[in-house]
Nanobody, 131 residues
Framework: VQLQASGGGLVQPGGSVSLSCVASGLSFSSYSMGWWRQAPGKDRELIAGISWSGESTYHADSVKGRFTISKNNAKNTVYLQMSNLRREDTAVYYC?????????????????????????WGQGTLVTVSS
């Protein structure tokens, strides 16, 4: 299984950037996905999540209205569209996949909330917000 995140880089405050995470080696349509970030000196935090079906999403208060998570099961890809970026958004961003114990088979929606719910992690991509 591999999760390959890309799209990070240097962006000015108020700017936008889009992250992508391509998954391989797993049944992507059965996995809920999350975007986490870790800023220097801080713990890793969940900032956005999307259910296996794509019908349910979560955005942390710190990014609500500025970031949008989406999922394309046909392309095995999860996206994070980030706009109106702030200096405090500077962090390494990680995508992660959680199957919730196979909950997709039941048709029930599922979002992973804790790090230990996620089965696979990408390598992280650095986003630096600076002028």
């Amino acid at each position: 299984v591999q999760l390959q995140a890309s799209g990070g880089g240097l962006v000015q405050p108020g700017g936008s950037v889009s992250l992508s995470c391509v998954a391989s080696g797993l049944s992507f349509s059965s996995y809920s996905m999350g975007w986490w970030r870790q800023a220097p000196g801080k713990d890793r935090e969940l900032i956005a999540g999307i259910s296996w079906s794509g019908e349910s999403t979560y955005h942390a208060d710190s990014v609500k209205g500025r970031f949008t998570i989406s999922k394309n099961n046909a392309k095995n890809t999860v996206y994070l569209q980030m706009s109106n970026l702030r200096r405090e958004d500077t962090a390494v961003y990680y995508c992660a996949a959680a199957d919730g114990g196979g909950i997709a088979k039941t048709g029930r929606e599922y979002l992973g909330w804790r790090e230990d719910e996620y089965d696979y992690w990408g390598q992280g991509t650095l986003v630096t917000v600076s002028s």
